[in-house]
């Protein structure tokens, strides 16, 4: 099955890096969010397309989802979180949830930060490895990935693709999740996915 033009200039970008060198390519890969399905797919296809030969370029797969609940989890404070939720919901307090948001947010910046459990998972891999983050959305609202991406870049001298749900607002505004104001920030090439006939 033939990539979508989208994911092939993708993954393009990634061999001519790993073929001539230079700045390794850092590409956030904007779709709706109701097709996260068909884009997880569509990494799949490409992870292949990348291994194959003649590219044989390896591939790890990061799920930010499960990056969040390791940090949650480990901070101690899933129980408590889990309560503050629960009532805020409960009571339909917009305050009592935003606090819980940021108190996420917060674990997620505290050593180790999720940047820093980015660079553990691809710690240890072959250079010829592209990193492929997925399930962002599960960060949403507690963390903006903007940061996220500016910190890795410093540190990962690979080719780092994020999937991103939400939408394009002009040329370089993304909307996290397709409910967040706009973030025009991003240091990354901004490839969306074109919605097909």
Not at 78 to 105: F, W, Y
């Amino acid at each position: 099955m033939p990539l979508r033009e989208e994911t092939e200039g993708i993954g393009e970008r990634i061999a001519a890096h790993f073929k001539a060198g230079g700045e390794p390519p850092f590409i956030l890969y904007q779709y709706a969010p109701k097709d996260e399905w068909e884009v997880r797919k569509e990494l799949g296809e490409l992870r292949r397309w990348l291994e194959a030969p003649p590219r044989t370029i390896a591939c790890a797969s990061i799920s930010l989802a499960d990056l969040f609940w390791q940090a949650v989890e480990g901070s101690g404070y899933l129980d408590e979180l889990v309560a503050q939720e629960r009532e805020a919901t409960a009571t339909a307090n917009d305050s009592a949830m935003r606090e819980v948001h940021e108190a996420v947010g917060e674990i997620l910046r505290q050593p180790p930060t999720l940047p820093d459990r980015v660079v553990a998972e691809v710690d240890g891999c072959d250079e010829r490895t592209a990193v492929f983050l997925y399930r962002a959305g599960a960060l949403y609202p507690a963390y903006r990935t903007s940061t996220m991406l500016d910190d890795l870049r410093g540190r990962l001298a690979r080719p780092v693709t994020l999937l991103y749900p939400g939408r394009l607002v002009g040329e370089y505004g993304l909307r996290f999740m397709d409910k967040s104001e706009p973030t025009y920030g991003y240091r990354a090439l901004i490839v969306p996915r074109e919605a097909q006939a």
